[in-house]
């Protein structure tokens, strides 16, 4: 019988996460968020700071996923511990970009051609439009694990590699998964905003917890070796 991706399982996971170690899931993701609002708001650094720094704080927030889901020892300066694997933070990032920048030349087609005929339908800008989005999304679900896989060592291309090898004939669950997830940070945004601080941690422990099952599935002798 395959191995079975649970859904409730993983977001039970991310509670348990949040309760275990809430000052570091609240902390670390309030402390990531400062410091992108600070760094997006500041003229010409902002350019700056989302080239090159983002992608490394990002990574740092997958690290504290990790660690959390793990229960293993996290803390709020995980976030910063993307810095350590920065050149392929920033090579996986950027190349997911063009990726998914790529997937929208359909959309960007459809634009071109009603443009020039000066549709005032914008038909083919939407048809296109739902190709490119569908698109995007198997792009997604395939390469969702690629920052996980860096966090933990993998070069760049093999972390895309083994992104497709994890998640193949899981990307479905994967998919609701995410569905799930945005229901979790949409009830927290309701609860006077606030709630997000809180809601956000567990979607972000829940997708990484995810992510060491699917992993456990495709490299069962990693797995055990890492126990």
Excluded: H
């Amino acid at each position: 019988m395959p191995n079975q991706l649970s859904i409730g399982e993983c977001v039970s996971d991310g509670w348990n996460g949040l309760k275990q170690n809430a000052g570091a899931a609240i902390g670390g993701f309030v402390v990531f968020c400062l410091i992108e609002a600070v760094g997006g708001v500041i003229p010409v650094v902002n350019i700056i700071f989302g080239v090159l720094v983002t992608p490394a704080l990002v990574g740092g927030l997958m690290i504290l996923s990790l660690n959390l889901a793990r229960n293993s020892s996290p803390e709020v300066g995980d976030i910063f511990k993307g810095f350590r694997k920065y050149g392929s933070f920033l090579g996986a990032y950027w190349l997911f970009a063009l990726i998914s920048l790529l997937c929208c030349i359909p959309a960007l087609i459809g634009v071109g051609i009603d443009s020039t005929r000066g549709s005032e339908s914008f038909g083919l800008t939407i048809v296109l439009g739902l190709v490119s989005a569908v698109i995007l999304v198997i792009v997604m679900l395939r390469w969702c694990m690629v920052y996980y896989l860096v966090a933990e060592g993998s070069g760049v291309t093999e972390a895309f590699t083994k992104s497709s090898k994890i998640t193949e004939g899981y990307r479905g669950t994967v998919f609701l998964l995410g569905i799930v997830n945005f229901l979790i940070i949409i009830a927290g945004l309701l609860v006077l905003g606030l709630g997000y601080f809180v809601a956000a941690p567990i979607a972000m422990i829940a997708f990484a917890s995810a992510y060491i099952k699917l992993k456990g599935f495709a490299f069962p002798e990693v797995q055990a070796t890492q126990q």
